[in-house]
Every structure is written in structure tokens, then in C-alpha cells.
T-cell receptor, first 112, second 115 residues
Framework: GAGVSQSPSNKVTEKGKDVELRCDPISGHTALYWYRQSLGQGLEFLIYFQGNSAPDKSGLPSDRFSAERTGGSVSTLTIQRTQQEDSAVYLC??????????FGPGTRLTVL | DQQVKQNSPSLSVQEGRISILNCDYTNSMFDYFLWYKKYPAEGPTFLISISSIKDKNEDGRFTVFLNKSAKHLSLHIVPSQPGDSAVYFCAASPISSGSARQLTFGSGTQLTVLP
């Protein structure tokens, strides 16, 4: 498709389990971002990939969070030993040069 | 401490009238501002932006106003349409940043346009 896609759209998991969230960016976009939106909050930056450069992980809230971007395209955000406070909508965005980033529909994560 | 604040979580407006969405910021390093619209189950969609060298930017029914001295920006939608009903986020960044990772978002305002 032409836009950013994310899977799954919804994920319910039990506390302590690991989860993987996937993002397919727009083809040709070199920059890829992960944000999350907790209830009643704005978007919180998590991690940023740009081309082959080392990712900017400064927004990751703990070492339970990690992300990879394979082949400069698809990205996977992994949350280990999930906690209830990890419940949020996780949004992926990609862009070429500018700040008008294109967002995916998000993955709603619920940790019971 | 929220650097970008949208103090109104919701706003209802009659169709055809003006919608005014407000956003305040505290970081004086911010000098590039954006508005996004978000429908349920979709990601945010970029609407309009403004840099600090301007105080107004217009695109069709959407106009963004920037008051740097008050650290305040607003989005005007005229005339409002039912399809404009969505959550609107403002975002800010320092223009000197080479990376969009510096975007800081507000918590959003739910706009409802009543037919």
C-alpha cells in the first residue's frame, strides 16, 4: 500500500509476556520513528532510525524496550516482560526529509 | 512538565461556524509548529505548519496563527464541517534540529462539529 502500515492493530497480553510490534514504512522513506500515546497524553517519542546510522534510542523508557530496522525498511518494536504501564497506542511514522511525518494507524497494546 | 499544552480536551462547534483550537508552549527554543488531525483507529495526519518567521499560515479552510511573545498558537477552521470532527494535535520543534525526532506533541483536543 501507499501508506505506513502496522501490525497487529490490537494486542492484548498478560503482564510479564514479551510482545513484538511491526511497522512497514512508506517505500523509500529513510527515516522511521516510533511513538506511543498513553491515555490522555500526547505522543511520546521512543526511537528514531535514519538510514544506516545508529538509531536514536533516547526516548525508550526502559531497557525492556528495543527496536530493530531490517534492511532499512521494516521495523520491529519489542517490549520484554510487559507491565501494565506499557499499555498504550504505539505509532510508527516514516518520512523522507521533512517533519511532516506520515503515521501508521497504530497498535493498541493492552497489558492485563 | 508538558512543554506543549492543549488545555481544552474537547470542543464542540456548529457546522459552518469557526473552530478555534489553541496550543501553548513553554520552550523558547521551539520555532517550528505543526498541527495534525487524527481520526479513530488511524494515525495522525499532517495538516499545516508554521515557522517562527511568520505569524500566520493559511491553507484552504485551515489557518494557523502564531504569537511568539505569548508562546501561543491556534488553528482556525472556517467553515467547520462534520468531517472535521477528529482529535487535533499541535506539535513543536526547534527548527535548528536536523531531525524530526525533536517534535514534542500536545495531548490533543477532540473537535466535534455538529450538523
Amino acid at each position: 500500500g501507499a501508506g505506513v502500515s502496522q501490525s497487529p492493530s490490537n494486542k492484548v497480553t498478560e503482564k510479564g509476556k514479551d510482545v513484538e510490534l511491526r511497522c512497514d514504512p512508506i517505500s523509500g522513506h529513510t527515516a522511521l520513528y516510533w511513538y506511543r500515546q498513553s491515555l490522555g497524553q500526547g505522543l511520546e517519542f521512543l526511537i528514531y532510525f535514519q538510514g544506516n546510522s545508529a538509531p536514536d534510542k533516547s526516548g525508550l523508557p526502559s531497557d525492556r524496550f528495543s527496536a530493530e530496522r531490517t534492511g532499512g525498511s521494516v521495523s520491529t518494536l519489542t517490549i520484554q516482560r510487559t507491565q501494565q504501564e506499557d499499555s498504550a497506542v504505539y505509532l510508527c511514522a516514516s518520512s523522507s526529509r521533512d517533519r511532516a511525518k506520515y503515521f501508521g494507524p497504530g497498535t493498541r497494546l493492552t497489558v492485563l | 512538565d508538558q512543554q506543549v499544552k492543549q488545555n481544552s480536551p474537547s470542543l464542540s462547534v456548529q457546522e459552518g461556524r469557526i473552530s478555534i483550537l489553541n496550543c501553548d508552549y513553554t520552550n523558547s527554543m521551539f520555532d517550528y509548529f505543526l498541527w495534525y488531525k487524527k481520526y479513530p483507529a488511524e494515525g495522525p495526519t499532517f495538516l499545516i505548519s508554521i515557522s517562527s518567521i511568520k505569524d500566520k499560515n493559511e491553507d484552504g479552510r485551515f489557518t494557523v496563527f502564531l504569537n511568539k511573545s505569548a508562546k501561543h498558537l491556534s488553528l482556525h477552521i472556517v467553515p467547520s464541517q462534520p468531517g472535521d470532527s477528529a482529535v487535533y494535535f499541535c506539535a513543536a520543534s526547534p527548527i535548528s534540529s536536523g531531525s524530526a525526532r525533536q517534535l514534542t506533541f500536545g495531548s490533543g483536543t477532540q473537535l466535534t462539529v455538529l450538523p
